[in-house]
């Protein structure tokens, strides 16, 4: 592991971070598709139109078949950490690296087409850690950057420029949420008429919409939703129905998200251990499940006490995931 998660083990040895107590008894029922081996921290998941999972684990991508047959997918050639992983709408999959050192140099999109082939697509400031992406009807780009605060939007022929940055994107320095580094902007996903780029901000346990001016420019930022249940937000998806599923890292805990800003506590404790990642089914009889990956970080690193567990979850929904990218 890279010097500055070593240095987090030994100054935050002894801090716990406990799940928030639940006002309501858990609306969903989860089951695990596949549990990952100790030591392994599973961190995004994305699922193509054939119903391919690409699950990315240290420095490769997983690919499991619908009949659960799994192989590795693709390997960065560089020291670094596979974050963030989408299917393009080219159907090549796209992800985020970093090395999480300042010594080494991994802040990069890369894109794989054949198994086994990637290629870099983009370079990014090398002082960030880039992690989720999100496309829009242009195919154009957009890269979370939780250690910068920032929004990266990238064009198809892989211009990068920054969308956005503003003070609501910013981590707490002061007190990280997930003790290794301040997380800021992390997942994000575009409602579906693509006229809202919709952030979570991780330490702060913020929802935030973004309007997408006409010229593609970013509007003023508005907190839709900000609470102590939200605070380790991490990866979500929409419904529909314009419902926001997220991933609540370090309180092992999922919930939903009206359109309005309501939030509704969906399932607490095991299976769930620090969930990072979620992602709708995309045949006929998966679109009204929702897959969960457990990436179990935090205990896996030493940050938080107990066995890890990680693994991929699923749960019905009562309406189907909408279409991506």
């Known amino acids: 592991m890279s010097k500055m998660i070593g240095a987090a083990l030994l100054s935050s040895a002894m801090f716990l971070i406990s799940a928030s107590a639940f006002g309501s008894p858990p609306t969903a029922v989860l089951s695990t598709v596949k549990t990952y081996s100790l030591g392994e921290s599973p961190e995004s998941i994305a699922i193509d139109k054939a119903g391919n999972s690409f699950v990315s684990i240290g420095n490769t991508i997983r690919k499991r078949t619908p009949a659960g047959v799994e192989s590795t997918f693709m390997t960065l050639p560089i020291a670094a950490f596979v974050l963030g992983v989408k299917v393009g709408p080219d159907g090549c999959?796209?992800?985020?690296?970093?090395?999480?050192?300042?010594?080494?140099?991994?802040?990069?999109?890369?894109?794989?087409?054949?198994?086994?082939?990637?290629?870099?697509?983009?370079?990014?400031?090398?002082?960030?850690?880039?992690?989720?992406?999100?496309?829009?009807?242009?195919r154009n780009l957009f890269v979370t950057d939780p250690f910068l605060g920032k929004v990266y939007k990238i064009t198809t022929a892989g211009a990068v420029s920054t969308w956005l940055q503003h003070p609501l994107l910013n981590g707490n320095t002061a007190s990280p949420y997930l003790l290794f580094h301040a997380v800021g902007v992390d997942g994000l996903a575009f409602d579906e008429d693509k006229e809202n780029l919709y952030l979570g901000n991780l330490d702060y346990g913020r929802l935030i919409r973004v309007p997408v001016r006409y010229n593609g420019s970013a509007g003023t930022p508005v907190v839709v939703a900000s609470d102590p249940k939200l605070a380790g937000i991490d990866g979500f998806a929409f419904d529909h129905d314009g419902?926001?599923?997220?991933?609540?890292?370090?309180?092992?805990?999922?919930?939903?998200?009206?359109?309005?800003?309501?939030?509704?506590?969906?399932?607490?404790?095991?299976?769930?251990?620090?969930?990072?990642?979620?992602?709708?089914?995309?045949?006929?009889?998966?679109?009204?499940t929702l897959y969960i990956i457990s990436g179990a970080f935090l205990r896996t690193f030493g940050l938080q006490s107990g066995t890890p567990h990680p693994a991929m979850l699923s749960t019905p929904t009562e309406d189907r995931g909408l279409c991506l990218p």
């Open 93 to 138: 999959v796209y992800n985020t690296s970093t090395s999480l050192d300042p010594a080494v140099v991994g802040a990069f999109i890369w894109k794989t087409c054949t198994a086994g082939a990637p290629t870099i697509f983009a370079t990014l400031d090398p002082s960030g850690g880039p992690n989720d992406l999100a496309f829009d009807d242009s």
């Open 243 to 288: 419902t926001i599923f997220a991933a609540i890292n370090g309180q092992d805990h999922f919930v939903s998200i009206s359109s309005s800003g309501v939030i509704t506590d969906r399932y607490a404790g095991l299976p769930l251990d620090g969930p990072s990642s979620v992602a709708f089914g995309t045949t006929p009889g998966t679109q009204k």
